[in-house]
Nanobody, 124 residues
């Protein structure tokens, strides 16, 4: 059974940094495409970032380009999202997603497995 477990969310002030993590089990992590999405209250789920199995390619959503960085550690079955210069509009539940094969996807239907999410709140 595939499980994705996010951690590291919390409450921070605008301008601060936060790193969220997602640890996977039950899938071949080292060959999986991994992504982060977020959903703010009253809004649709939004693409944040994705990374190839080797980490050689990444793609980012426009609202977070230049501020967020996705990375992965295949030895630890973990993907990270480093978030810098956080803004109140970054407040959302952040979800980790995994797709066992295929190319990078910026759409939610491109991913088969999802975590339960971790809440990030940025105060002004």
């Amino acid at each position: 059974q595939v499980q994705l477990v996010e951690s590291g969310g919390g409450l921070v002030q605008a301008g601060e940094s936060l790193r969220v993590s997602c640890t996977a089990s039950g899938l071949i992590f080292s060959s999986s495409i991994l992504g982060w999405f977020r959903q703010a209250p009253g809004k649709e789920r939004e693409f944040v970032a994705a990374i190839t199995w080797s980490g050689d390619r990444t793609v980012y959503g426009d609202p977070i380009k230049g501020r967020f960085t996705i990375s992965r550690n295949n030895a630890e079955n973990t993907v990270y999202l480093q978030m810098n210069s956080l803004k109140p509009e970054d407040t959302a539940i952040y979800y980790c997603a995994a797709q066992p094969s295929g190319g990078l996807s910026i759409t939610s239907w491109g991913y088969t497995y999802w975590g339960q999410g971790t809440r990030v709140t940025v105060s002004s």
